[in-house]
């Protein structure tokens, strides 16, 4: 059994999409039998509207306590059992993945070896303004590192937008921290490899003005600095030294004209402040805090 958990919060239009994206997808007959699809949203109005909108048995509901994401998955964990052979699929109710993503996840699991598996973020941002060249810039380094991780079968963190492990492995995880670092690390301490496949896109529309940027990549930092306590012995993809090992000779080179190069060198001013803040917050107690939350 492949289970689909699509968290959102009050945005039945884009979930609708992202439902209907998972629906579409170029599988065999016999793989579309054997999937259900469960949004977990905080919002009736949310249900209401997919129940108005699709007719698939497959589509189910899940009333979100709204104790945040994180408390959520790990109800749903255990609600939904399996063994090895069954997985979990994990992604948003913002974001929709490319016709073949559940075709190249199965394809990934048939080595057993396999526990998890992550896909590849692909901003949907306009490129000719600031913001959405920011994230195509940062996409591009992200898939740049998780392939050579992959490739030398080392560990790395996952994407959130659209990551898969195989059930059983765990059951639960710790709530105060990113799942989906947490999560392919726990699997990756059962001796499962973490595996990226680029084939299996997912499409995000990222924050278009500072203020929402800011927020959004201040709690991420926050998320994955908490690692640092829980598991020191971690190894960290996702920080701010390993953005300057990996990203700057790759961010140097990315730009195509003057204009671009210019908002490459804000985009590093920027970084600068929100890991600063970050940290603040963090020295201050400030914790992470889930999202949805």
Known sequence: ???????????????????????????????????????????????????????????????????????????????????????????????????????????????????????????INEKNNKFGYWSHLLFSGIDKVRKKLSEEEKFFECTGYLFSIRKSIINNFPIDVSEDSVIPYLIWKKEYK????????????????????????????????????????????KSFWNEVKYGLFHSLFYPRNLKEFYWTLQLYNARSKIYKKAFRDIKKEKFYEDEFR
Request: charged share 30%; glycine share 4%.
């Open 1 to 123: 059994m492949i289970d689909i958990i699509i968290t959102s919060y009050n945005e039945p239009k884009s979930t609708l999409k992202a439902v209907k994206a998972f629906l579409d997808q170029d599988i065999e007959e016999s793989i579309k039998k054997d999937f259900r699809i469960i949004v977990c949203d905080p919002f009736p109005e949310v249900r209401d509207f997919l129940k108005k909108n699709i007719k698939d048995r497959r589509v189910g509901f899940f009333l979100d306590p709204g104790e945040g994401k994180s408390y959520a998955l790990n109800l749903l964990m255990e609600k939904l059992p399996g063994n090895e052979k069954d997985i979990f699929i994990f992604t948003d109710g913002d974001v929709h993945v490319s016709n073949k993503s559940i075709r190249e996840i199965l394809k990934a699991f048939q080595n057993p070896e396999i526990g998890c598996v992550t896909g590849k973020p692909v901003s």
């Open 194 to 237: 973490v595996k990226y496949i680029p084939e299996a896109e997912v499409y995000i529309n990222n924050p278009d003005n500072l203020e929402d940027w800011e927020r959004q990549k201040i709690r991420n930092i926050k998320g994955h600095e908490n690692l640092s306590k829980l598991f020191p012995e971690m190894p960290r993809t």
